[in-house]
């Protein structure tokens, strides 16, 4: 529980607020991440080599699964450093699954706004791929790590330590994504 | 101190215990779990069933040692491990884990405030355990406190390196790399089986400078561990939710509740009641699974609800499975409900649905056979999950990381083409109904299930819609 809602009620209500559906593993804990950073909301999240990762979130969309909220598929996407390929999978709320979430989003009203519009302000800051925005959630992570002060440089030298190579480019792009998402500003 | 043990085990040969091993085997505490069966009433199910906590806990020891050779523990390092896994099994009560649902209902958790904080407290066998290692007069002199206060602190939630609690739990901890074979091979099945000694030599660890030495496997190591995940998959399918066994569990627990709550039975509720106290322990570590069968067993209890249940067990007298369903083919207005239903703070909702449900039940004039006044006590409402196979892999920490030369580490699941090919079947939720029915062959009880799916998706939906 956190406060007065669960983890489960809070990444469903995640994914209305981001349209009813979510491209990937990654860009589900990527995009509840920075929910959960604008929210000042604990659900878990921890440093992992593909950025920052809650196995409590991972639970939770495990059992919207099971209750018939989501629906999962699976696509081939891509190809690992073998040439073989790599499944991406994508969840959507099934019908139970919106009604449960307009269910949820009046019951927890105060939170539902507050998730909805830091969802509006993710979105607003910047279409990114599953990739740049697991890096951009990578460089905050590293900047709360720095006491939340720290220059681009400092941010990438401290990436190796959690495991994570980012280039500068990258890393900018992140940056910029950032201070849009208004997580960040540059002095 | 004694002299070094060999001591030989079925499944892994030759366990050798040095001398300091094989004083904390002798201890009165740890030689209990010889009475304490590792898969509780498997055996109803595989008669071959009947191996205990005690070779389990020599089996963990065993893994746990291979596991310090290969990732060169300092000396200091392995027998804080070593002694861990000889320990970690000490808090069990009767029947394994049946118990830890038992401790969980009846703690006094008043009492308990201090060490039940956070977001994430202990559970109450973890208690036990821990007083255990604080109190046991016998391991306090054979280790010492300094070094029982670092097996406590590996056993609950680290101690050093990332990768020393890594072998005492994890994904690929010791205390799994065990069981898997120990269970398959007394169960008789062939599921379990995973080349150990293939998936030890591919470990490795990985330094990780800010979160420290992390457990890993090469990529030469992935066939093994697909070995191994499958073998955690068919033996949860086949073995730990198999319907019998999970209609045995719940009579147990159903008869340590009704024997506490409706028969006053004053042993039962000190066996079960934690309060933290010492007296609670030493009371504790005196029961085993005959113990408890004979006590509550015992006529002299005749007519009570907690020794009709205990009977049954004993006689294989069991209750059955009248219902089953995935929660997510249930009405939406009670699949949250019911998918707590099993939880502590659900106890008096779970009841409601119960005597609902023997309603509906004896109004379908299915008869309930028992000597009980009130039949609803012996009908269970049940819900719990079965994996999917793909999460196999994963547990609390996160997924399994494969170690690839120089590169960044990847997943499991992206690195194994077979689990990378296996379909999206997601992870099920279950609910059903156990009660006394009798029926003699399959046809009956289908018919038997077939008459009572309409009257109990009725009930299920009215409990949904109301409060």
Redesign the interface.
């Known amino acids: 529980m956190v406060n007065d809602y669960s983890i489960r009620d809070f990444v469903l209500l995640g994914y209305k607020a981001f349209g009813g559906s979510i491209r990937g593993k990654t860009m589900l804990q990527k995009r509840i991440y920075f929910l959960s950073v604008m929210l000042d909301a604990n659900l878990g999240y921890g440093a992992h080599y593909y950025g920052p990762y809650s196995s409590a979130v991972a639970a939770a969309n495990l059992d919207l699964k099971s209750l018939g909220y989501l629906d999962e598929s699976a696509s081939g996407w891509g190809v690992d450093h073998r040439g073989f390929e790599i499944a991406r999978y994508d969840y959507s709320l099934t019908g139970d699954g919106i009604a449960t979430a307009e269910f949820k989003a009046e019951k927890h009203a105060g939170l539902w706004k507050k998730v909805q519009n830091a969802a509006a302000v993710i979105q607003q800051a910047g279409d990114l791929s599953y990739m740049e925005l697991s890096i951009a959630a990578k460089a905050y992570f590293a900047l709360t790590r720095l006491k939340g002060k720290a220059t681009l440089d400092e941010i990438s030298g401290l990436m190796p330590q959690f495991g994570w190579s980012v280039d500068k480019d990258e890393l900018e792009k992140a940056s910029a994504f950032l201070e849009r998402a208004a997580l960040v500003t540059q002095q | 101190m004694s002299e070094p043990r060999t001591v030989r085990d079925p499944i892994h040969g030759f366990i050798r215990l040095s001398g300091e091993e094989a004083d904390i085997v002798a201890t009165r505490t740890f030689q209990r779990l010889r009475g304490i069966r590792q898969l509780a009433f498997a055996n109803l199910i595989y008669p071959g069933a009947l191996h205990t906590r005690f070779e389990h806990t020599l089996g963990v020891f065993h893994v746990s040692s291979l596991l310090c050779d290969v990732f060169k523990f300092s000396a200091e390092d392995g027998r804080l491990v070593r002694l861990s896994a000889l320990l970690h099994d000490l808090g069990h009560g009767p029947f394994s884990h049946v118990s830890e649902g038992a401790l969980e209902i009846f703690a006094d958790r008043t009492k308990l405030a201090d060490r039940l904080k956070g977001?994430n407290p202990a559970k109450i066998h973890e208690l036990v355990t821990q007083d255990l290692l604080r109190t046991d007069p016998e391991l306090q002199r054979l280790i010492g406190r300094k070094m029982l206060e670092s097996i406590e602190a590996l056993l609950s939630h680290g101690y050093g390196e990332p990768v020393l609690r890594s072998v005492v739990s994890g994904p690929l901890d010791a205390d799994k790399q065990d069981y898997l074979l120990r269970d398959s091979y007394h169960c008789g099945v062939k599921y379990g089986i995973f080349d150990l000694q293939q998936l030890h030599r591919e470990l490795s660890v990985v330094e990780?400078?800010?979160?420290g030495k992390q457990l890993m496997i090469t990529s030469d190591g992935v066939h093994a561990l697909e070995q191994f995940v499958l073998a955690k998959h068919y033996l949860t399918a086949q073995v730990y939710t198999h319907r019998v066994r999970l209609i045995t569990d719940n009579m147990v627990v159903r008869s340590i509740v009704l024997g506490i709550e409706d028969d006053q039975i004053e042993e039962l509720k000190k066996l079960y009641a934690y309060d933290g106290r010492a007296e609670f322990v030493t009371n504790y570590v005196r029961w085993d699974d005959a113990r408890f069968m004979l006590s509550f067993g015992n006529d002299s209890l005749d007519g009570k609800s907690c020794h009709e249940l205990v009977q049954r067990l004993a006689h294989r007298r069991l209750l059955k499975q009248v219902f089953v369903e995935?929660?997510?083919?249930l009405p939406?207005s009670c699949?949250?409900k019911l998918?707590s239903i099993t939880k502590p703070s659900s106890r008096e909702r779970r009841r409601t649905l119960e005597q609902r449900i023997t309603e509906v039940i004896q109004a379908a004039d299915v008869n309930l056979t028992t000597k009980l006044a009130d039949p609803s006590k012996l009908v269970i409402v049940n819900s719990y999950?079965a994996?999917a196979v793909r999460?196999m892999s994963?547990?609390?920490?996160?997924p399994l990381?494969v170690r690839?030369g120089n590169?960044?580490?990847?997943?499991f699941e992206?690195?194994s083409?077979l689990f990378?090919s296996l379909?999206?079947e997601?992870?099920?939720?279950r609910f059903a109904v156990y009660a006394p029915v009798e029926y003699e062959n399959p046809a009956q009880r289908r018919d038997l299930q077939k008459k009572l799916r309409e009257p109990i998706l009725g009930a299920l939906e009215d409990f949904g819609n109301g409060e």
């Open positions: 977001d990780d400078r800010v979160d995935k929660l997510a083919g939406l699949r949250e998918e999950k994996k999460e994963r547990n609390d920490e996160g990381l690839r590169d960044a580490p990847t997943t992206n690195e083409d990378r379909s999206s997601p992870t099920e939720a």
